[in-house]
C-alpha cells in the first residue's frame, strides 16, 4: 500500500519532468542526468564511465523500458549491488538519470573520452529540516559510529540496529510519561536474565528460545550482544533477576546526551 | 666477542623461526597466518606433473560473482566459501557433500562491495566466517550448526559489510571490513572464538585525543575510510597481529582531509591480546590514487648481511612490493611489480615517496597503473626452497577526474571517476613473476594478454600453480616459469587454489569462476571479457592412482 502511495504521488511528477526536459529541449535534462551519473554511477564497483561495463552491468549500447529505470533507481534491487537512490535524489534527478542513460541505447559499446566536467555540486542531503536540534542531537547519538557502545547496538528504529532490546517505537504513554533517563540509567529489564553455563560461565542474557536441545540467547556479557545457540544440556540454571542494569549498556552516555536520546525516542513514537 | 654474539642471534633466529608451509592440512587462509601459500608436499613435481588429472568437481551453484574463496582441508573434511555466505564441507577425497549452510541474509539487502566471500577461518572445531551484512558467524565445524553470531555494524547505516576471511589467533576471530569508498571510520575487531564476545576494537583512524589524529583536517576522520578489507597474518613468537590497511576516502579527492591521514595505506602491528598500535609503516601519506595497502602480509625469514631478518613483504595496489622489519617496522627496500608506474618517480632509502603525480580536479589525467592496482588483492606466495617470492602485476592505466565531494555517512565516496586506457606502450595486460625478494629482481616472467586475477600457490615439487580469465588452471616450473600443465576448467580463476593429502595421496585444489569487480572493469577495456561465463565450482587434481 505505502509502495502503491508512493507511485502515484511520483508519476504526475516524473511527467511534469519530462513535459519540462521536452520544452526546454530533452538535451539540458540529459546533460544534467551525465553528471549525476559521472557522480554518482560511474564509481568503482558500479558502473563504468558514461555507461560502460564495471562491477555492473554495461548500460551503453542497451535499450531499457523507462519504468522500469525509474524503479530500479528508486527502489534498488534487492539482494543485488544496486542502492535504492529514492532518499537520495530528487524526482528531477532521476528523470535526469533516466534521460541520459536512454541517450546511451545508440551509444557504441566502448565509452568515450571523459567529458571535462568542472567540480561538481555535493550530492542533495537528507533533509533534516524537520527536526528539531534536540532530536537531531538525539538521533545523532543514538546511532553514533564512532562509539563501541550505542544505543542501536539493541534496539532496532526506524530499520537500524539490532532488535535485541525492545522495540522503542511501541513504548506505552505511560512509559514516555516516566522520567526517562533515570530509566534509562538505573532500570533493571526483568526480562534479562543470568545464566549459569556447567562449565561456570555466568552471564546476562535474554532468552530467544529455549528448545529441549538448543536455546537461543542474546549473550549480553560484552556489547555489541552476540546471539548463541547453546546446547540446552549445558545450562546450568537460568536466574531472575540477573542483576544486570541499563546503565552497563549507556555508559559511553553522559546525562544530557542520554536526555537527547529520549527527546528522539519520544519523536519516533509520536511519529509512530 | 662480535663473533660470539653474531653465532647466538644466528642460533636464535633459527629457534625463532616461523615455518609457514603446509603439509597435509591447508589450515588457515593464506595456508598458514604466516601467509606463504606453500606447500611442502612433493609428491606432484616438475618430474609428473603432466600426469595431473581430475579427481572431482563440487559445483557450488552460486555464480554471482564468481567463486574467489580460499578452501580450507583440515583431516580430510574441505570447508569451502561461496558468495552470500554459503559453507560447503566436502569429503577431500571424493568431493561428496558432508553439510552445507546458507546464510540468513536480510530479505532486502543490497550488497554495495559484492556478493563474494574470500574464506572461513577454523580453530578448536569452530568455523567463522564475515558476512555480506556485516555479522561474524560462528559454525560447529562438524555439523555445520550456527553456534553464535554477532552484529559488528549495522550494514544499512555503514554502508560496508565483511568479505574477507578472519584470522584466528590465539582464540581471537580477528576480522577486518570493507567500507573503504564510503563515508565510513574503518577498524578492525576481535571477538572471543567461543563464545563471540567482543575483546577489543582498532580504529584505523585515531579518535580526537589519540596519536596521529592530528593528520586528519576538521571531521574528515569520521568519513576517511581505512577499510581492513583483506586478511592479516600472525607472528606468534612476536606476538603480534599485522594487517594492512586500504585508502582513505574519498579515493581520488583530498582537498578536505588535508594531512598524511593515518593509518590508511599503512601496514600496522597489533599486540594480539589488546589490539594496541605496537608499529606502523605508512606507505602512501594522504594517498589521492586509491592505494590500498590491503593485500596479503608474508611473514618471512630473509638473511639480510648473513644474518637472518624476520621481514614482512606487502604488495600494494599502488604497484609496489614493500619488505619492513616486521619487529620494529623498519623499511628494508620497496620494488615494483609493475611496468607501467607514474603516479610516482620511485621509492626513496626511506621509503618515502619521489615526485608525485596527483589527480587534478575537473580534468583527466593518465594515471598508471589503474584503480584496478599494479597488481589486484589475489595473493602472492613464498617459496622458502626457492628463495622467491611469485606475484602477478597488471599493466594497464586509467584517466582519472578528481571532483570535490562532501561525505553523507555510510554513502559511496569516491571524490572522481575514472576510465581504463591503454598503457603509454600499448602493451598492456598481466604477468606473473618469480622476484628476489630484497632486489625485486624478476628471475623469470610469465607474461599473458590479460590481468592474472588468482593467487599463486606454490610447492615443494618446485611448481608454480595459478589460474587465468580464461579458464586455464596451470602449472609452471619454479625455477624457469616454464609452463608444464595446463586444464582449463571453463570459467575464468579468481580465487586461491592450495595443496593438501590424504592417506599419501597429494591433492591440488582450485576454485573457478569468473566474477568480481576488477574482472568487471576489464570489460571497459577489453571488451570481449564481458562474454567470458561466470561460474562457481571446485576443481580438485591428483597424480592417478598407478603414477605416484
Known amino acids: ?272 | 666477542m662480535t663473533r660470539l654474539l653474531t653465532l647466538s642471534l644466528l642460533i636464535g633466529s633459527a629457534l625463532l623461526a616461523q615455518d609457514g608451509s603446509t603439509k597435509e592440512n591447508w589450515p588457515e587462509y593464506g595456508g598458514q597466518n604466516s601467509a606463504w601459500r606453500y606447500s611442502a608436499l612433493d609428491q606432484v613435481d616438475t618430474s609428473n606433473v603432466a600426469q595431473l588429472a581430475a579427481a572431482w568437481v563440487f559445483q557450488t551453484g552460486d555464480n554471482d560473482g564468481g567463486l574467489q574463496s580460499t578452501p580450507l582441508v583440515i583431516d580430510g573434511v574441505m570447508y569451502v566459501s561461496t558468495s552470500h555466505n554459503r559453507v560447503f564441507a566436502l569429503d577431500a577425497v571424493t568431493g561428496k557433500r558432508l553439510w552445507s549452510y546458507i546464510y540468513e541474509l536480510p530479505k532486502t539487502f543490497t550488497t554495495f562491495y559484492g556478493p563474494w566471500n574470500r574464506g572461513v577461518a577454523i580453530s578448536e572445531g569452530r568455523l567463522v566466517m564475515g558476512t555480506l551484512d556485516n555479522h561474524v558467524v560462528a559454525l560447529d565445524a562438524k555439523t555445520g550448526r550456527q553456534l553464535w553470531k554477532v552484529n559488528v555494524e549495522d550494514a544499512n547505516q555503514c554502508g560496508c559489510n565483511i568479505t574477507a576471511a578472519p584470522l584466528i589467533a590465539k582464540g581471537k576471530v580477528i576480522v577486518g571490513v570493507t567500507g573503504g569508498d564510503s563515508a565510513h571510520r574503518g577498524y578492525l575487531n576481535a571477538f572471543d572464538l567461543k563464545t563471540g564476545r567482543h575483546l577489543w576494537r582498532f580504529w584505523t583512524i585515531p579518535g580526537p585525543g589519540e596519536k596521529g589524529h592530528e593528520t586528519w583536517q576538521g571531521d574528515s576522520w569520521k568519513f576517511g575510510g581505512g577499510s581492513t578489507w583483506m586478511t592479516g597474518s600472525f607472528d606468534a613468537s612476536l606476538g603480534l597481529v599485522y594487517w594492512a590497511v586500504g585508502n582513505p576516502a574519498a579515493d581520488f579527492y583530498g582537498g578536505n582531509r588535508k594531512g598524511d591521514n593515518l593509518y590508511t595505506d599503512s601496514i600496522v602491528a597489533l599486540d594480539v591480546e589488546t589490539g594496541k598500535l605496537k608499529w606502523h609503516f605508512q606507505q602512501v601519506p594522504h594517498d589521492v590514487w586509491d592505494w590500498d595497502a590491503a593485500y596479503e602480509i608474508v611473514l618471512a625469514e630473509i638473511p639480510i648481511n648473513a644474518l637472518p631478518r624476520k621481514v614482512l613483504i606487502n604488495v600494494s595496489k599502488g604497484g609496489y612490493t614493500y619488505v619492513l622489519d616486521r619487529t620494529t617496522g623498519e623499511f628494508i627496500t620497496a620494488w615494483p611489480v609493475a611496468k607501467n608506474i607514474n603516479w610516482i618517480k620511485g621509492v626513496g632509502p626511506k621509503g618515502e615517496l619521489l615526485g608525485r603525480n596527483e589527480p587534478v580536479v575537473g580534468k583527466p589525467k593518465l594515471i598508471c597503473p589503474s584503480i584496478g592496482g599494479g597488481r589486484s588483492w589475489n595473493h602472492g606466495a613464498w617459496s622458502p626452497k626457492a628463495g622467491l617470492f611469485f606475484t602477478t602485476g597488471i599493466e594497464w592505466c586509467e584517466e582519472v577526474t578528481a571532483q570535490a565531494e562532501t561525505p553523507s555517512e555510510g554513502k559511496t565516496f569516491f571524490g572522481g571517476t575514472f576510465k581504463l586506457v591503454p598503457t603509454p606502450d600499448k602493451k598492456s595486460g598481466g604477468h606473473l613473476g618469480a622476484y628476489e625478494p630484497l632486489t625485486g629482481k624478476a628471475v623469470w616472467k610469465y607474461e599473458y594478454k590479460y590481468p592474472l586475477l588468482a593467487s599463486v600457490l606454490a610447492t615443494a615439487g618446485n611448481l608454480i600453480f595459478t589460474g587465468d580469465a580464461e579458464g586455464d588452471f596451470f602449472a609452471l616450473d619454479a625455477r624457469s616459469g616454464k609452463k608444464l600443465w595446463s586444464f582449463n576448467t571453463g570459467s575464468g580463476h579468481r580465487g586461491s587454489s592450495i595443496s593438501y593429502s590424504v592417506n599419501g595421496r597429494q591433492y591440488i585444489a582450485t576454485p573457478s569462476g569468473w566474477g568480481s569487480a576488477v574482472a568487471g572493469l576489464m570489460q571497459q577495456f577489453w571488451p570481449e571479457t564481458e562474454q567470458f561465463p561466470n561460474g562457481s565450482a571446485v576443481f580438485v587434481f591428483a597424480l592417478p592412482e598407478q603414477k605416484r
Not at chain 1, 551503453?60 to 519504468?67: A, C, I, L, Q
Not at chain 1, 527536526?131 to 538521533?139: H, N, T
Open chain 1, 1 to 272: 500500500m505505502k509502495l502503491a502511495i508512493r507511485v502515484f504521488f511520483f508519476l504526475p511528477a516524473l511527467l511534469l519532468a519530462d513535459q519540462a526536459g521536452t520544452s526546454l529541449g530533452t538535451s539540458a535534462v540529459v546533460a544534467r542526468g551525465d553528471k549525476l551519473f559521472a557522480q554518482g554511477c560511474a564509481v568503482g564497483y558500479c558502473h563504468g564511465s558514461a555507461g560502460a561495463a564495471a562491477r555492473s552491468p554495461r548500460l551503453r549500447g542497451r535499450t531499457f523500458e523507462r519504468d522500469y529505470l525509474v524503479k530500479v533507481i528508486r527502489d534498488g534491487i534487492p539482494n543485488t549491488a544496486m542502492p535504492a537512490w529514492g532518499d537520495r535524489l530528487t524526482d528531477d534527478d532521476i528523470n535526469a538519470l533516466v534521460a541520459y542513460i536512454q541517450s546511451l541505447a545508440t551509444a557504441s559499446g566502448d565509452g568515450p573520452a571523459p567529458s571535462e566536467t568542472a567540480s561538481l555540486a555535493p550530492p542533495v542531503a537528507v533533509k533534516d529540516s524537520d527536526l528539531s536540534p534536540d532530536v537531531r542531537q538525539g538521533r545523532e547519538l543514538f546511532y553514533d559510529p564512532q562509539r563501541l557502545q550505542r544505543c542501536s547496538n539493541c534496539h532496532r528504529v526506524q530499520g537500524i540496529g539490532t532488535p535485541v532490546g525492545p522495540d522503542l517505537a511501541k513504548l506505552s504513554r505511560a512509559q514516555l510519561a516516566a522520567e526517562a533517563v533515570n530509566a534509562l540509567k538505573y532500570g533493571r529489564p526483568r526480562r534479562v536474565q543470568g545464566i549459569v553455563t556447567k562449565d561456570g560461565d555466568r552471564f546476562p542474557a535474554i532468552l530467544i528460545e529455549r528448545g529441549p536441545s538448543e536455546t537461543r540467547i542474546y549473550d549480553l556479557k560484552a556489547i555489541p550482544p552476540v546471539q548463541r545457540n547453546l546446547p540446552t544440556t549445558e545450562i546450568q540454571s537460568i536466574q531472575q533477576p540477573s542483576g544486570w542494569r541499563h546503565s552497563q549498556a549507556v555508559q559511553s552516555y553522559a546525562t544530557d546526551e542520554l536526555k537527547a536520546v529520549w527527546t528522539f525516542i519520544r519523536w519516533v513514537t509520536e511519529r509512530k
